[in-house]
């Protein structure tokens, strides 16, 4: 069975360098057997490929690709708190905030490009409960941020 970091390379993918927080917090933190992520957006290369809101400047598909890079900023963070990814357990709880007009209501299907991709890594262990909410505003006018809470050994 291939290691999260063989999934991460066999899905084209390399885990970014860990984000620096916009604010006053840290990318992630340890306590006992679980690792909490903070909010992460979309960076890409330090940059956001875009801003705005879903159902307005921002498409519903292309949400679900960010929601995806968030997620793989999470996991960066994750790998950064712990060393290698195959100490994760559990993906245990993912929490996504969309940035969106006040009549869009997919926001499930945006974080699904979230929690497809953690499946994706981490198979089986990487299905997770889920909260998936709009907002009227992300920092930096990003569409979308995505948290989580996973265990590890």
Known sequence: M???EERIAE????????AAPVA????????????????????????????????AEVTPETAKELAARCALNAVA????EI????????VVKVGGFVASTPDFTGQPG???GASDLLA???GAAGVHARAAVGVAALPL?????VEMIVEVR
């Not at 679980?34 to 960076?43: M, N």
């Not at 963070?77 to 950064?80: K, N, P, T």
């Open 2 to 4: 291939a290691t999260p």
């Open 11 to 18: 899905l084209g993918l390399t885990l970014p360098e860990v």
């Open 24 to 55: 006053s917090y840290t990318p992630a933190v340890r306590s006992g057997d679980h690792v909490y992520v903070s909010g992460q957006l979309p960076f890409v290369d330090g940059k956001l490929p875009t801003t705005g809101k879903v159902g």
């Open 77 to 80: 963070a994750v790998r950064a």
């Open 83 to 90: 060393g290698e990814l195959s100490g994760v357990v559990r």
């Open 110 to 112: 945006v974080v699904n």
């Open 120 to 122: 994706e890594i981490f």
């Open 141 to 145: 006018d990003a569409p979308v941020e």
